[in-house]
Every structure is written in C-alpha cells, then in structure tokens.
C-alpha cells in the first residue's frame, strides 16, 4: 500500500523523533575581507536523528580520532552552504546540536515537495567555536567597521 503516510511516527517525539537545535549561519564580509557568521538558532526542532555506519576509531602512529556521523530525518528545512536567490545573502551548511555535539550537514536530500515534506542530512562531528571577530555581545569586539583604524586610533584596552 503505498499510500500509507508514517511521516508522522517519525516526527513524533514518543515514538521516535527527538529534539534538537539548529543553528543557521549567515555569512558576511566586513571591509577588511574577513568573513563574519551571524547565526540564529531553532531550538526544539523535532526529528529522526540515528548514528550512521562511519563511526569507527581511527588509529594512527600519532594519534587517534573517532569519527562521528548521524543522519538527520526532519520536516525542518535544512540548508547546505548556499546562496539565497531572494535576498542574496550566502549561508554556511547548517550545524545540528544534538547530545551535546554540533554536527554540520553534509550531504542533504530535500524530499519536501513530496508527501510530509522531510528533509534527510548526512552529519559529520564538528568542533565549532565563536569567531574570533565577534565579541561575547555580537558586537565585534567593539570596533566599528565604518570608520578606518590604524595604530594611532585605536583604543588601548
């Protein structure tokens, strides 16, 4: 019968959807060229989310990593890195923050103009820390980008 719709059991947080937070990242240049990630974040987004079968260890003579993998299954929209059509803007491949890890997507594929709409993401383990050019604040460390700095006007902290 392949009219039967399960999108719903798998959205559902009871049976087997699970709660996690994406955050998406805008990307901008500032007169300097140096690129600057605004970001904003859906929390509670619910979805499907498994570990994938490249979760080995990986041994080397110096040194030993453990690479990790998860595929999302949602009706959220995710996005890769991309270029939005409407307002020109370019963004980074979403990050996924599950189980205390962020997880970039990978590899996306949006079936949601069928059915239920989902969106399936491949994930890869991501180390992801606050730009060095946005201050704890969002506020760029104080500099303001209109005006030109050199070493006679910038302010000593």
């Known amino acids: 019968m392949p009219w039967i719709d399960v999108s719903s059991l798998l959205l559902d947080p009871e049976i087997a959807g699970e709660r996690f937070q994406v955050i998406r990242r805008k990307e901008s240049v500032n007169p300097f060229g140096e690129a600057i990630l605004s970001t904003q974040i859906y929390k509670n987004v619910i979805g499907q989310v498994s570990p994938t079968a490249r979760n080995s260890l990986l041994r080397e003579q110096s040194f030993s990593s453990q690479e ?61 820390t606050m730009p060095i050019t946005e201050g704890p604040t969002n506020t760029n460390l104080g500099f303001n980008f209109t005006h030109n700095y050199n070493s006679l006007n910038i302010a000593m902290f």
């Open 68 to 128: 990790k993998t998860i595929r999302v299954i949602t009706n959220f929209k995710l996005i890769g890195a991309s270029k939005n059509n409407i307002d020109g803007q370019y963004y980074q491949p979403d990050l996924i923050y599950w189980k205390n890890g962020y997880y970039i997507a990978g590899e996306i594929e949006d079936y949601s103009q069928y059915g239920a709409g989902l969106v399936s993401a491949d994930c890869a383990a991501f180390d992801w």
